[in-house]
């Protein structure tokens, strides 16, 4: 997935537009090779692996958090109700039904009455709290109660200005929501409270959710403190598992009764998660599986054998008074396993002993490593460390299989094992990142994804730690390894940013980081990743302002695509291909291209029958076509050459394709030229095809419709 860079282009006289003749018609960039385009749709596949289930359910959405799961209900919304999957959509209202679902979860904490009561009295309320505590809940039903026609969330890129004004976006007798977190507006407002007081009142009631990071000087009037009690997280589980298991009663009241599932929550920080593991009990209770097996699978149980496995071995009966002893190399090759869970056991091992040998640095200098050649084997390592043997496809085999792969033999446990070393063994901090940074600049891919993913991992257990020891020297990174640098640094901010408690952190550090030069591959790169999925607005806006003719953030663009936001891809490169200046339109053309190679739900040819990205698609083709690059011609060409095939194949895609051809021509001699060469070219693709004639049935039904 490496950046081929900015092709050359002679300089252009910026009053040209995208029409003029002005560009050079003999550019020669090679076009994208299968072999390019295979390994990212490897590593992108190798990255969703490393991701919990729940993120890659459906998209960026929610998926298993389900309703009534804090800050997961703006993803709910804004995935569902507009239809898209993303997380930055316009203005749209809430279902009615989808309310009545959440209320049904919902447990109602301190702050609720007050801020039903505070909308009552004053239409305009700032809710402060942690993100993930489950404020976008309450601020949902709050907003519902107050007013009396429903709820509506507010594009929180817009800012909160536009709604003291006549037809700003507040609608009568509607309840509104904007979510302020990252925004610069957040910190303004102040100076717009008394204005939006006097346009809510009575009328339009709106909630301003805010993180707890805000400061309240000017706001004490208006500001709701979201509290979080000590008991609301069991209470938001028990009522997710009473919901979700109505026709397993017996099994919800003995999940409920267990005392290791309470221990479990003092471990989870956010509603997300505890909604997310309330589905993933219920998923386990109806296939039928042992409540005592289900809570020991559990992130306290896990931690607590995650614990066992990084500590002294118990001793033994018969054993005498000698303490029994694990040798670092042990240890080394048990955080060797969690990190490269799914790898060959060669591999394992081998870095394993890299990792002791770090280990070993924090040692007292009169202590002497010890390979243990012949006192131990790497069977006595496997023992010790909890871990199975699978195939490819995750079939068990034994050890010696020729495509063997260790795997821990729970899930959760390599995140447990990490987490305790994390907080428990803070001597081995050190060497364990030193450890990880010589794996992400090494050639195997895979070996590269899973070690920036743990990077990522460490991120939430100390974000200030490792943002400062690895993110920012790898983001910054100008030596050789630069390039491998700045994908993991993306990769682990990828990982890090599904904790809710991140999410605005990583949003933040990214945007400061388009800001600055030096860090401008680096954002580029985080971008290209299931972030810029999240915030498509945000990241296509900073992604504009890193092109700025030095840089080609296609890459960055195609994956944002991949990932979910296809209408706002789609649109923002309609406005790239008219653009006056030559790396956006560049840009637009190879996207284009790209975008066009995906099959599946991932189709571009999806959009045919949609009218907004439609329209956005006619645009952005008829730019290519008409464009006064060779180039770029010869790309669309191409493009439409691959959707005439695809409709050879794919029979019910021949009308949607035929009616797309026969729109992009417009009246005037750019429409006529257009129109002759799509005959010809649909006449050379049969000639081409022999058998393919769905060209030939297109070139009738728009000689047809252009006839008339």
Known sequence: MT?????HELSEDSSMGPGDAGEDEAQTEPLGTDVEEEQADHIRLLRQRGLPEYVMAKGVEAGAMGFGS?????????????GTQTIDPVDGPVLDEDLDRLHDLYIEPPSHTALVNHLKRHGVAVLRGAPGSGRHTAALLAARKAGRRGVVILDAEAGVRRLVKEDGGLQPSRGHIIVGDGRAWANELAQVLIRLRDATYGRSPLVIVVDDQV????????????????????KVLERHLTVQLD????????????????????????????????TQLARRVRDGEDTDQIVQSLGAEMRV????????????????????????????FLLSCAVL???????????????????????????????????????????????????????????????CRVRISQPGLGEAIMEVLWHDHSGARGPLLRWLDSLVIGSEEDIRVLASQTVGLLATFDWAYVHEELLVPWASDKSEQAGRRHFAAAWALERAVVDPLLASRVRRLLWRWSQRREFHACAQTAYGTRIGAMF????LNNLERIASGTRSVWPAVREIYSAGSRPQVLKRLADWSASSRHWLRDDAVKCLQRLSRFGGERAITNFFKEPEPRDALLQLTRNVLLSSSRLHRERGWNTMRQWVERADDQPELEGLVADFVAELPEPGDHGDGLRERFLFYLRLWRYQRRDDKAAARIGSFVSERWSM
């Open 247 to 278: 026709d397993h009663p017996e099994g919800c009241r003995k999940l409920l009764e267990h005392e290791r599932l309470r221990d479990d929550l003092r471990g989870r920080r956010a509603m997300t998660e505890v909604a997310g593991l309330a």
């Open 215 to 234: 400061p309240v000087r000017d706001l004490m009037d208006h500001v709701v403190e979201h509290t979080v009690e000590d008991d609301l997280r069991f």
């Open 536 to 539: 498509p607005d945000e990241a």
């Open 3 to 7: 950046d081929p860079g900015r092709e």
């Open 305 to 332: 054998k995650a614990a066992n496995l990084l500590g002294p071995p118990q001793k033994q009966a018969g054993e005498g008074t000698r303490k029994p002893e694990v040798s670092l190399w042990s240890r080394a």
């Open 70 to 82: 804090g800050d997961a209900a703006t993803t709910m919304y804004k995935t569902t109700y507009i």
């Open 341 to 403: 869970d799914g790898t060959t056991l060669s591999r394992v091992s081998r870095e394993s002993h890299r990792l002791a040998e770090l280990l070993h640095g924090v040692r007292s200098p009169s202590s002497v490593p010890e390979m243990p050649l012949f006192e131990e084997s790497v069977q006595d390592w496997l023992h010790r460390s909890d871990v199975e043997f699978t195939d490819r496809d995750g079939h068990p085999v034994g050890p010696r299989h020729p495509e």
